[in-house]
């Protein structure tokens, strides 16, 4: 899924943002990583470009700019504005996105939402962690050089003049949330909800807090590994994630608020609820950190809700069979067998099945003997594996397989038609808030020909302000065309936008989860049709033999 972030920056160095984007730097202090004669190492790899910069180089044409508007003079002043753009390690192999790919996606991104801005647009192939994400960097002067087109997010005259600096609102991050959605639904790529809160709301203090904490975790327990003691702690944990993990085992005994209170209380965490809202104070603080900034899981409804479902369990268990006689408990307990756990998603794919080779057809091609025996192999492994997944979604005739098939691509189509909608409804809604923020922006030249007193400078007037009176003429008849006589809100048709793009974000999950499924069961059929057709050569091959 992509994902993403935003970090201000007052230092007035822009070349040190170009420098951290082509030259390697710690990651714990982001300070640049040096070779053995103290020049900085360059990145293996990555794709740098620059907008808005007329072929000079950027900290340059950045400074200019400054100069040229004073801005950006004082020490307290935001320089810039750097922008992450995290594609899921999933989407190299998946979906065949490529760093070149990720680097054309990141100027068009910039273009369209940063217009006016000086910007440099760098993709890595790599994350931290040895995650092997792709991620677009987009760092841009927070100084804006021309008048752009009003955006959604855009709510004061300055947000658009040239010579006025960029302002990071929550209304303008969940614009551009939403368009990364779009953005990466359009490209087929993995995706989740980034307008809704998470589970874990882990913050980029917290995660560079826990990261700093495990490695110097680990350099203590360096020492007792190497004698071979084990040491006590391995993993390092945040406070916030103490208190996510104190909260979590509360609600899995508790069946009330009360006892779920008094169970935090013993572990000397108090809950208290103001407005709706829970918030959690430790020993260790004075002021209580609230559900909202550890996650979606900690909030009010989510905790009142699962301290419904653990008292429903708990009637469901009170009301259950009485309890076998010992004899026959321990009999039951000897034969019952173990549970396994979850299988991951790599595991998952690994025993996915796979369709099996037409060896004779590969010979055919001119394949040699070292492909006939892999392909035996392969064909023997994906026969079992077919055999396996035919008997675990309780198939018992390949009629029932053609029927679940022809189900699952019902369910595929439907849910591709309800997609198909969502995206209608969208690019609807987009294309009139398109022509609302065209008409709206018109709205101080169509003011200034009212004042107009003459019939004479009234003409003269429209002859000099003629692009704003195209536009509001071409909105006006859009909004005649579509029978729209009230103008809606624009903040409100932003909303409504935001909501849609939600449903499609669920919609096109759900899509990809069917449209797996299918390929999975076409996999199966073809397999067992493959199987079926070579069982009576085969028993024909063994008779010859006896």
């Known amino acids: 899924m992509a994902i993403l972030k935003h970090i201000s920056s007052k230092n007035a160095d822009y070349g040190d943002a170009e420098k951290y984007l082509i030259f390697e730097h710690d990651e714990f202090t982001m300070k640049p990583t040096l070779d053995a004669d103290g020049r900085l190492i360059p990145r293996a790899d990555y794709r740098i470009s620059s907008l808005n910069c007329d072929g000079e180089d950027f900290a340059v044409a950045c400074m200019r700019a400054n100069l040229r508007y004073e801005k950006n003079q004082k020490r307290e002043d935001v320089k810039s504005h750097h922008y992450i753009i995290s594609f899921d390690p999933r989407d190299g192999p998946d979906n065949g996105l490529t760093v070149d790919r990720a680097q054309e996606l990141g100027e068009k991104f910039c273009a369209e939402h940063f217009p006016g801005h000086q910007a440099l647009v760098c993709t890595h192939p790599d994350g931290h962690n040895h995650t092997e994400n792709i991620h677009v960097h987009i760092v841009i002067n927070s100084l804006r050089i021309a008048e752009v087109p009003m955006l959604p997010h855009m709510d004061r005259p300055a947000d658009r003049r040239a010579g006025c600096k960029h302002r990071c609102t929550d209304a303008a991050m969940n614009y551009l949330k939403a368009e990364v959605m779009e953005m990466c639904h359009s490209e087929r790529l993995y995706q989740i909800d980034l307008l809704n809160g998470s589970k874990e709301r882990v913050t980029d203090r917290e995660y560079w807090a826990q ?47 009360d006892e779920f209170s008094s169970l935090l209380l013993r572990e000397g965490v108090t809950v208290k609820e103001s407005r709706g809202r829970l ?44 309890e076998y006689p010992a004899s026959i408990k321990e009999r039951l307990q000897r034969t019952k067998p173990a549970k396994n756990a979850p299988k991951n998603d790599a595991a998952r794919e690994r025993e996915a099945v796979q369709r099996m080779v037409d060896i004779a057809a590969k010979k055919a091609e001119g394949k040699g003997r070292g492909y006939e025996k892999w392909a035996t192999m392969h064909n023997l492994k994906q026969m079992a594996a077919t055999l396996a997944a035919y008997q675990q979604y309780g198939f018992s005739s390949p009629e029932e ?8 691509h019902a369910d595929m189509q439907e849910s591709l038609a309800g997609l198909k909608a969502l995206e209608a409804s969208i690019a609807d809604k987009k294309e009139l808030q398109r022509n609302l923020l065209s008409y709206i922006g018109t709205k101080p030249a169509r003011d200034g020909l009212k004042a107009q007193k003459s019939e004479k400078a009234r003409k003269a007037y429209r002859e000099q302000h003629q692009s704003d009176f195209i536009l509001a003429e071409s909105a006006t008849r859009y909004f005649k065309a579509h029978g729209i006589t009230k103008l809606p809100v624009s903040k409100a048709l932003q909303r409504e936008i935001e909501q849609l793009t939600v449903q499609k974000n669920a919609g096109y999950n759900d899509y990809r989860e069917k449209r797996e499924r299918v390929r999975q069961l076409q996999t199966v059929k073809g397999n067992i049709d493959q199987i079926l057709r070579r069982e009576p050569s085969q028993q024909k091959k063994q008779e010859q033999e006896r």
């Open 279 to 322: 918030s959690y104070l430790t020993p260790d603080r004075t002021k209580p950190i609230t559900a909202r900034k550890l996650g979606d899981d900690f909030d009010r409804i989510a905790v009142l809700s699962t301290l419904e479902q653990n008292a429903a369990r708990t009637a469901e268990k009170a009301a259950a069979i009485p």
């Open 211 to 257: 990261k700093k904490g495990q490695a110097a975790l680990d350099e203590r327990n360096a020492p007792m590994i190497a004698d071979s003691i084990t040491p006590r702690t391995t993993k390092f944990e945040t406070d916030k994630a103490k208190l996510r993990r104190t909260i979590r085992a509360a609600l899995s005994e508790a069946t009330s608020f």
């Open 401 to 408: 397989l053609d029927e679940a098939l022809t189900a699952a």
